[in-house]
């Protein structure tokens, strides 16, 4: 028992035979876990379990030792910054950031003053005490969460899909400026996303979800070289999956075993794997090949953007596989 | 963690009691104990109780055609057609049916004397400016139905159902005063019925603001002359109440007598109101229960909010039913069903000695109030988002902590809303009041009676006047957002 926050077998189970875990994590001290997976994976139910929304049904819950299975939400200490923000709109956002502050004892107003300034300087946002939550842009709302949650310095910061709210462009910039404030926080930190890039952009580690339970927890090119089954692998990253004789002819050496490759570790050669090119997906540095075997199986090489013509007959040969 | 289910589940149970105990037991009571031979025998035999119950019925549907051939023509005209004045116009035709409905009455009284339809009318006229017509026609035939105050004063001898019901109990034939209760409630469960069919929704349905087209501006001035007429004119015959009203309070006790209009005017009456403290007691009854009723009903509603809304308890529909049903029966029967439930002491069945005490009243008044509450904070409690609670949990806040600063602020504008109209309806309600009241602890309703019984018009006026402002401003603090 090494880690900071720790889930052992915690369980939920809801109605119609749904069961989420059990999922034991062990999330070191200053370290951000991404729980990442497919809609209905259980992820959301997770972290609702870890902010103490839901009763666990099984299992248990410790921080620092502490075990929180039972306590309430209002007394783990837990910041939470909610998908759409819960921003309160009766509030300004000065108000926002203080709620937490206030009914800890009677500390004075100048503390808690200086806490709120601190918390919005911290986001960018000095100087935002008396603006209206509802003048704010979403990126602006998105951050102002941020600062409310971290003012009472909490023992863990949890983020459901902290960004999903936010335009594309904008959402690049800030999954960046985020991480820069939870790291120079040091907050421990778990959040929910369904989106790759997210993940292995904001993530130390990264916990895969699948139908309520745990498949790997990894860092991110832990999870992408060496995924511990077929859905890691196709989930985490772009991903041809081979069986029979195409496996074989990309070099199995078991017999029936399925072979993965990423797209860039398929490359075109003299002999290999034959096929003809359907598709060109030009990409900029380089490009995709859809490419169809002689078993009507396609599958995707990434190559330079002339490697190859639509129509043209190729093989392929890999230069690294996953053997599952 | 399974405590705070259990919990959950135990406050449930508990509400559910309560509301049951509240607006269904005295309707069980009384219905067991209609099951009378004899009294069943004296109703079915004797002529006038069925000339009661058809009267109510007939009455009601011509308040219905009235209505209709009012309201229709009024809808269109403010609703279709731009023409000077049509805002404010507007407004002021709407106040009548945020006033109090026995201070209309008692304006109509001046005014129209002895003609009891035109008041039925125009309490329902509102209604029928909204575009759901059929709801709107079965709203106003529920209302015309259950309606007491206007018949009882303008009735003279004729009789409907409700009036009919309040006499026998005064007379002391309590086993007929039930069965005509019975009667009266089945015949507006039909009602219900099938209000419900056409609806196909909620009963409150019909009170839901439809979206009226643009009006658009009238070109041609003789035309735009003649609708600008006919709309300050409907405005003018639908206010001219109130108007006298406020005339008739000035006109100290005995001034008035032949002349056209009166010879004195001066605040004697108001000041005999607020002066005499047997006037001032009355208004520091109703004012009391009313504030007592709404507080309740206000907590009454908040927890029903949680358990149906937010905890999504198994049985959240019967919940709701409760709260709804009171709106559904005419005020008589709940009346005539408080006032038999609680005038025996039988603990082992519930039932308490209230009727004569302090507490009949304000509990009267609650269970009138449950629908109005229970209608806008349930309301209010599904738009709310679940995760605002859950940050303020998040950030250290406890329950009650939650409730104060995030959960009532955000509840509000259906909170506000449904305590005004919970707290007017109390203020002027006179069903209930009629049967329950004792002289301790008599409303405004039943002074103002006894002043119109003793002539003193003037000092029922001033009554009526102050009841018009106070429910006014309540109204308008209500809907301010």
């Known amino acids: 028992m090494t880690g900071f926050l720790e889930t052992q077998a915690i369980e939920k189970r809801w109605g119609h035979g749904v069961t989420v875990g059990p999922i034991t994590l062990d999330i070191a001290s200053g370290e951000i876990l991404a729980l990442l997976g497919p809609s209905g994976s259980g992820k959301t139910t997770m972290l609702r379990l870890l902010a103490g929304f839901e009763t666990a049904d099984g299992g248990r819950i410790a921080v620092a030792g502490e075990d929180v299975t039972t306590v309430p939400p209002a007394r783990r200490r837990f910041g939470m910054v909610f998908q759409h923000y819960a921003l309160f709109p009766h509030l300004d956002v000065g108000e926002n950031v203080g709620f937490g502050l206030q009914g800890r004892g009677k500390g004075d107003e100048g503390r808690a003053k200086q806490q709120i300034s601190e918390a919005l300087a911290l986001v960018d946002l000095a100087g935002f005490e008396r603006r209206k939550v509802h003048e704010l842009s979403g990126g602006q709302q998105q951050r102002v969460a941020l600062a409310r949650a971290l003012a009472p310095e909490p023992r863990v910061l949890l983020l459901d899909e902290p960004l999903s709210n936010l335009d594309p462009a904008l959402r690049e910039r800030t999954r960046r400026e985020l991480r820069d404030v939870i790291k120079r926080v040091g907050i421990t930190s778990v959040f929910v996303t369904h989106e790759q890039d997210e993940a292995f952009d904001l993530g130390d580690r990264i916990a895969v979800l699948n139908n309520g339970r745990l498949e790997q927890t990894g860092a991110p090119d832990d999870l992408y070289e060496h995924p511990a089954n077929l859905f890691v692998a196709t989930f985490v990253g772009r991903a041809n999956v081979f069986r029979g004789a195409a496996a074989r002819a990309l070099g199995s050496a078991a017999g029936n075993g399925v072979l993965v490759v990423r797209p860039e570790r398929l490359r075109f050669a003299d002999a290999g794997l034959p096929g003809i090119v359907r598709e060109r997906r030009y990409t900029g540095v380089a490009a995709f090949f859809l490419v169809e075997g002689d078993d009507h199986q396609r599958f995707e090489v990434l190559a330079e953007p002339d490697a190859a013509q639509v129509g043209q007959r190729v093989y392929v040969e890999a230069t690294r596989v996953i053997a599952l | ?481």
């Open chain 2, 1 to 481: 963690m399974i405590g705070r289910l259990r919990n959950t589940d135990l406050a449930a149970v508990a509400l559910t009691l309560l509301l049951a105990w509240l607006v269904v037991y005295p309707i069980l009571v009384v219905g067991a104990d209609a099951a009378d031979g004899t009294a069943v025998r004296a109703f079915v035999t004797r002529p006038g109780e069925w000339a009661a119950l058809w009267a109510s019925v007939w009455i009601s549907l011509v308040s219905v055609i009235l209505a209709a051939a009012i309201g229709i023509p009024l809808a269109f005209l403010f609703e279709w057609f731009d023409f000077p004045g049509r805002k404010t116009l507007g407004a002021l035709i709407a106040l009548p049916v945020l006033l109090s409905p026995l201070v209309g009455v008692i304006a109509f009284l001046f005014l129209y004397g002895e003609s009891g339809f035109i008041a039925r009318v125009w309490r329902v006229i509102v209604p029928l400016l909204r575009p759901s017509l059929v709801g709107a026609a079965m709203l106003t035939f529920m209302t015309a139905l259950g309606s007491f105050s206007a018949p009882y004063i303008f009735g003279g001898g004729f009789r409907v159902m409700t009036t009919q019901i309040v006499a026998t109990k005064l007379n002391g034939d309590l086993p007929l005063a039930m069965v005509e209760t019975v009667a009266l409630a089945l015949v507006a469960v039909l009602g219900l019925v099938m209000l419900r069919r056409t609806e196909g929704d909620d009963i409150l349905v019909a009170l839901g603001k439809g979206i009226a087209p643009r009006p658009r501006p009238i070109r041609r001035a003789s035309v735009r002359r003649l609708t600008t007429a006919l709309g300050w004119g409907f405005a003018v015959l639908l206010l001219l109440p109130h108007l006298t009203l406020l005339l008739v309070s000035l006109v100290p006790y005995g001034a008035w007598t032949t002349e056209i209009l009166p010879p004195v005017i001066n605040f004697e009456n108001y000041r005999r109101l607020f002066s005499e403290a047997e006037r001032l007691r009355p208004m520091v009854n109703s004012l009391w229960m009313a504030a007592v009723s709404t507080a309740i009903a206000v907590a009454l509603a908040l927890g029903a909010g949680w358990l149906v809304v937010r905890r999504r308890v198994a049985w959240r529909r019967v919940i709701e039913g409760l709260l709804a049903l009171p709106w559904a029966l005419p005020g008589t029967v709940f009346a005539i069903a408080l006032a038999i439930t609680f005038s025996v002491h039988a603990p082992l069945q519930l039932r308490f000695v209230l009727v004569g005490t302090a507490v009949i009243l304000p509990l009267a008044y609650l269970v009138r109030a449950l629908p109005l509450t229970g209608r806008g904070i349930l309301a209010s409690y599904r738009q709310l988002d679940p995760s605002l609670e859950e940050a303020a949990a998040s950030l250290g806040a406890g329950r009650w902590r939650t409730l104060a600063r995030v959960t009532l602020p955000q509840l509000r504008p259906g909170l506000a809303a449904g305590a005004s109209l919970a707290f007017v309806a109390a203020l002027g309600d006179i069903v209930a009041s009629i049967v329950l009241y004792t002289y301790e602890t008599r409303p405004v309703s039943i002074e103002i009676l006894s002043s119109l019984r003793l002539s003193e018009t003037g000092v029922a006026a001033a009554f009526g006047v102050v009841l018009m402002l106070v429910s006014a401003i309540v109204l308008g603090v209500g809907a301010r957002r």
